[in-house]
């Protein structure tokens, strides 16, 4: 009798905890007043960069399915229609054109590590390379890490998908990748029914500063000035570092010791556009970033 006693109390804090320890809901994305500010740079000899707001405002039904519209402001201008969005089962799709059935798949959150996913514009196929959980906005919310990797089977295009909020590159662009020379985008904030969820760490502005130093209070690592022309100033006074910069394409472009409290590189030679930065200390990435030659 007591053992059986003993396995019922087992058998209820087993479910008990059970419970617990379940899973969240899904967080969507796709919803009313939902408001992603995304800096979005093109480059086509010349450099043109804008901010854009991109907010999920009313809906419509086609062929019985009911989507939400995404708008699109640019640069404060008047908003307009960008696409159609409908999210199901963990899923985000889009439609670009009311006359075009097809439906392009954004988001996939039902994913495991080591899928293969085919998203966005130009449907790139991605690898889910890691999935981690991250809190936000008071939530503990799903974090997907994807690659893609070239015809040598290295890595090439990386993107990172937060639930509830979308690709690091903003809302739309899932799928286009980092790795693409003429254009770049990036996620800056988010914001639900009005206030602030999500801040770029890497920015903390909702709003790209051009004129800008790319500085964060609490880094030991100043870039400017950003963007730039012929130099590239690198401001730190860590020891035992070196600093690498790469193009759009992962390839290096330089490579430098750091012997100064600033170090400045020469960069009247190197063609006008985005390059990715970061700094070495002791064998150990401390830290990266983007600078812009214009």
């Known amino acids: 009798m007591k053992n059986m006693k003993f ?10 905890g059970g419970w617990k320890m379940q899973a969240q809901e899904y967080l969507p994305m796709v919803q009313e007043g939902n408001e992603w500010h995304t800096f979005y740079l093109e480059y086509y000899g010349y450099i043109n960069y804008s901010n854009y707001v991109f907010r999920c405002s009313g809906d419509t039904l086609i062929e019985d399915v009911r989507y939400v519209k995404l708008m699109k402001t640019r640069d404060g201008d008047e908003p307009r229609l960008f696409s159609l969005l409908r999210e199901a089962d963990g899923k985000v799709w889009a ?15 039902t994913a495991n590590v080591g899928d293969v996913l085919i998203v966005g514009y130009p449907w790139n196929h991605y690898v889910v390379d890691s999935i981690s959980t991250e809190h936000i906005g008071g939530f503990d919310r799903k974090k997907l890490w994807l690659v893609t990797y070239d015809n040598l089977g290295n890595p090439h295009l990386r993107e990172t998908w937060i639930e509830g909020i979308g690709s ?17 985008s990036c996620l800056l904030c988010f914001h639900q029914k009005g206030e602030l969820v999500w801040q770029n760490p890497e920015y903390n502005t909702c709003t790209y500063p051009y004129d800008a130093v790319e500085e964060n209070k609490d880094s030991e690592i100043s870039i400017y000035p950003n963007p730039g022309n012929n130099t590239l100033n690198i401001c730190t006074t860590l020891q035992n570092a ?14 430098q010791e750091i012997t100064e409290n600033v170090t400045a590189i020469n960069t009247k030679n190197w063609s006008d556009g985005i390059y990715l930065w ?15 030659k214009e």
Request: charged share 20%; with cysteine.
């Open 7 to 16: 396995n019922i109390l087992l058998a209820a804090l087993l479910l008990m």
């Open 168 to 184: 690091n590159l903003g809302l739309p662009w899932s799928g286009w990748g980092v790795g693409v020379s003429d254009f770049f």
């Open 95 to 109: 439609r670009y054109f009311f006359n075009d059935p097809r439906e392009l798949l954004l988001y996939d959150f």
């Open 242 to 255: 070196c600093v690498e910069v790469y193009d759009m394409n992962g390839r290096i472009v330089h490579s």
């Open 278 to 292: 970061k700094v070495i200390s002791d064998g150990k990435e401390v830290e990266s970033g983007k600078w812009i």
